[in-house]
Nanobody, 124 residues
Framework: QVQLAESGGGLVQTGGSLRLSCAASGRTASNGAMGWFRQAPGKEREFVAA????????SYADSVKGRFTISRDNAKNTMYLQMNSLKPEDTAVYYC?????????????????WGQGTQVTVSS
């Protein structure tokens, strides 16, 4: 089992920045590709960004491309999401997820482990 814990959420004004972290613990040797997803009230959980096991390949949703940057530090078992130029529509609970395989996937069903989520609120 892999346990994931997000941190770094909060309240920020439009145009501001936040950096989310996702710390992995437990059987981290089973940790492969990782991703960030978000869920706004009344909406389905959606893909935000993902990174492969080495960190050499990343993928982003069109809505965040150019504003968000995903990265990981395997020595620290931690993944990050740098969010810049935040907009009110970025308001959601952000979840980190990991899967046992090395390659990136975009569907929630492809991920094996999930964190509890961290709230990001962008005020207008």
């Amino acid at each position: 089992q892999v346990q994931l814990a997000e941190s770094g959420g909060g309240l920020v004004q439009t145009g501001g920045s936040l950096r989310l972290s996702c710390a992995a613990s437990g059987r981290t040797a089973s940790n492969g590709a990782m991703g960030w997803f978000r869920q706004a009230p009344g909406k389905e959980r959606e893909f935000v960004a993902a990174i492969n096991i080495s960190g050499g390949r990343t993928s982003y949703a069109d809505s965040v491309k150019g504003r968000f940057t995903i990265s990981r530090d395997n020595a620290k078992n931690t993944m990050y999401l740098q969010m810049n130029s935040l907009k009110p529509e970025d308001t959601a609970v952000y979840y980190c997820a990991s899967r046992q395989y090395a390659n990136i996937q975009w569907q929630t069903t492809e991920y094996d482990y999930w964190g509890q989520g961290t709230q990001v609120t962008v005020s207008s």
